[in-house]
Structure formats: structure tokens, C-alpha cells
């Protein structure tokens, strides 16, 4: 079965502390990885896609990965303004239409 | 500004009653999609439309209906709502990655 997952669940982090959050995936033909970033009240917001093993793309303070099995979304000097909650989904081979949705990671950076 | 437009952005319904959410996109994108998102579950499709005049089921779509109007509107209607349908409801139109509106909340209580 296709899955995704993410972890932690939750990152309290204080304003300058750098981490990672994790995406895995179990997904067969994967077309696509991308991240998202939601606020608290919003749809998601478009961050990055990524294709293949290797790749990275970066966006300010956020850089991410992609290997065959998993995605780290890497959050370097993070700020107050960086909190939110972080998704991850993958497009599969066989349903062009259609992706599966990680659970999230809600992000806090306290000043 | 461009994007999607979803309405409305907060609802309350009595079991059984019915309602239609709205959506409207002006990004001139083919497909698009009517999601719901529950704690700890991430976003499951509900329906999608490839193109105007299309429609499939997504992963869950007991007890709702939808409505290609023209490429613009796609519509999500529940017939008789249930307090299991109390969710977060994002419509997205997409060309490569998505773009969501920001969302309705329903209570069915």
C-alpha cells in the first residue's frame, strides 16, 4: 500500500536552531515529491518539487533532499516566522491524477 | 490576485441537510480537486476533474457529489450531511504541484 509518513509530529525549535524535518515514502513509480507549508487557517502553500534521488532545491532558509526512500525538509537559523505546519506528498506512477498527502510536521520557533 | 476562490469559508449544518461548496479558479488550469483534511490523516481526495466536462472518484467520496460547471467552477455538494463529514474541505486546481484555496470549515453537528 502507498504510503507517506512524517516525523516528528510536532518540533519545537528556538529561534536560530537549525533541524530537519523527515518525509518517508512507500510509493511505487514515484513521479514527484513536493512540500508544502501551511498556516494555521489556510490551504497549503507550494514549496518545492523534486523528481529524483539526489536532487536538492533551496528557498531561503529551507533546503530539501530527496533520496529513494525518504525527503528531509532542512530548516537552517529558523525564525518566528518559519512556524507552521510542513507537508509532504508524493505523485505516484499509476494515478496521474492523484497524490498522497503526508500527516504534516507542526513546526513552532520560539523567539 | 490569482488563484482559487472557495466559499464558504465557514459552515454549521444540522444532520441531514444539504449544502454545495463553491470554488472557482482563474489560472486557466485543466484539473482540479475537492480534498478534505482531518487531524492526523493529511489531506484524502475526495473527487477530481481532469478536464471540464470529467469527474472520478478520489479516495473517499461516500456521500458527496461534484459538479464540473465550466473550467473555471467545480462544485461539491453533500446531500444529507453526516457529523463524520465535519472536516476541512480545500479545493486545488494543479499544473504541476497544486494550488489550494483556503479552505471551509464545516460542522455538522
Known amino acids: 500500500e502507498d504510503q507517506v509518513t512524517q516525523s516528528p509530529e510536532a518540533l519545537r525549535l528556538q529561534e536560530g536552531e537549525s533541524s530537519s524535518l523527515n518525509c518517508s515514502y512507500t510509493v511505487s513509480g514515484l513521479r514527484g515529491l513536493f512540500w508544502y507549508r501551511q498556516d494555521p487557517g489556510k490551504g497549503p502553500e507550494f514549496l518545492f518539487t523534486?523528481?529524483?534521488a539526489g536532487e536538492e532545491k533551496e528557498k531561503e532558509r529551507l533546503k530539501a533532499t530527496l533520496t529513494k526512500k525518504e525527503s528531509f525538509l532542512h530548516i537552517t537559523a529558523p525564525k518566528p516566522e518559519d512556524s507552521a505546519t510542513y507537508l509532504c506528498a508524493v505523485r505516484r506512477d499509476n494515478y496521474g491524477q492523484n497524490f498522497v498527502f503526508g500527516p504534516g510536521t507542526r513546526l513552532s520557533v520560539l523567539p | 490576485n490569482a488563484g482559487v476562490t472557495q466559499t464558504p469559508k465557514f459552515q454549521v449544518l444540522k444532520t441531514g441537510q444539504s449544502m454545495t461548496l463553491q470554488c472557482a479558479q482563474d489560472?486557466?488550469?485543466?484539473?482540479m480537486y475537492w480534498y478534505r483534511q482531518d487531524p492526523g490523516m493529511g489531506l484524502r481526495l475526495i473527487y477530481y476533474s481532469a478536464s471540464e466536462g470529467t469527474t472520478d472518484k478520489g479516495e473517499v467520496p461516500n456521500g458527496y457529489n461534484v459538479s464540473r460547471l465550466n473550467k473555471r467552477e467545480f462544485s461539491l455538494r453533500l446531500e444529507s450531511a453526516a457529523p463524520s463529514q465535519t472536516s476541512v474541505y480545500f479545493c486545488?486546481?494543479?499544473?504541476?504541484?497544486?494550488?489550494f484555496g483556503s479552505g471551509t470549515r464545516l460542522t455538522v453537528v
Open positions: 523534486l523528481y529524483s
Open positions: 489560472m486557466n488550469h485543466n484539473s
Open positions: 486545488a486546481s494543479r499544473e504541476d504541484g497544486y494550488t
